[in-house]
């Protein structure tokens, strides 16, 4: 399993409020996803990176932004939330290593909840 | 353009019995099929995947699959339930060639009755 990691787990905050979620791996992966899922329903690609300084949007249209200013790090961030961004948020990266398919791993979700 | 479907949103098990989750699959060329696992308020968890060799794949937690290229499928399976088996279940596929993302299914969610 890879080593990926969220923060914050759980945010509650107010509409128009700026907020950044945090995703870092230390496995080195070049490919990085953030997926927003919202509670027992499919995933949906927003953003992904294949690596520094390369960000693309996903198949779900998002007002969120991404960056990729370092390999390990890949924060997404809401200028202004608002109750529909309320949802999990869900950052991965993909193994590069030949014959892996290159395999996604996950971290454990970042819930957001706007009031 | 690559798809996977998931035809059950619910499958339902009694604990010990054998159960299957089903995926097909549309992609062009050659596909690495993946399963992942989604217990509540977690992330996705890798089971096990299909890259190429013995369709039959064996994963984490004695969960196995078999890639039919025929049929296009990808089903999970498990000779024996158990209640923990319970969750959320994502087949998901990509092609071998090119550069695209994962694509995921919808999910399928399994309980497992005592």
């Not at chain 1, 945010?11 to 990085?32: F, Y």
């Not at chain 1, 961030?77 to 996604?104: M, V």
């Not at chain 2, 699959?25 to 013995?54: A, E, H, M």
Request: aromatic letters at 12%; hydrophobic letters at 30%.
């Amino acid at each position: 399993e890879a080593d990926i990691y969220q923060t914050p787990r759980y945010l509650v905050i107010g509409t128009g409020k700026k907020i950044t979620l945090e995703c870092s791996q230390t496995m080195g992966h070049d490919k990085m996803y953030w997926y927003q899922q919202d509670p027992g329903m499919e995933l949906h690609l927003i953003h992904y990176s294949y690596g520094v300084n390369s960000t693309e949007k996903g198949d779900l249209s998002s007002e969120s932004t991404v960056s990729r200013i370092r390999t390990e790090h890949f924060p997404l961030t809401l200028e202004s939330a608002r109750p529909s961004h309320t949802s999990q948020y869900l950052c991965a990266s993909s193994d590069p290593r030949t014959g892996t398919g290159n395999t996604i791993y996950f971290g454990e979700g970042s819930w957001l909840t706007v009031v | 353009a690559q798809s996977v479907a998931q035809p059950e949103d619910q499958v339902n098990v009694a604990e010990g019995n054998p159960l299957t989750v089903k995926c097909t699959y549309s992609v062009s060329g050659n596909p690495y099929l993946f399963w992942y696992v989604q217990y509540p308020n977690r992330g996705l968890q890798f089971l096990l995947k299909y890259i190429t060799g013995d369709n039959l794949v064996k994963g984490s937690y004695g969960f196995e699959a078999e890639f039919n290229k025929s049929q296009t499928s990808f089903h999970l399976k498990k000779p024996s339930a158990l209640v923990s088996d319970s969750a959320l279940y994502f087949c998901a596929v990509r092609a071998t060639s090119g550069n695209t993302p994962l694509v995921f299914g919808k999910g399928t969610r399994l309980s497992v009755i005592a």
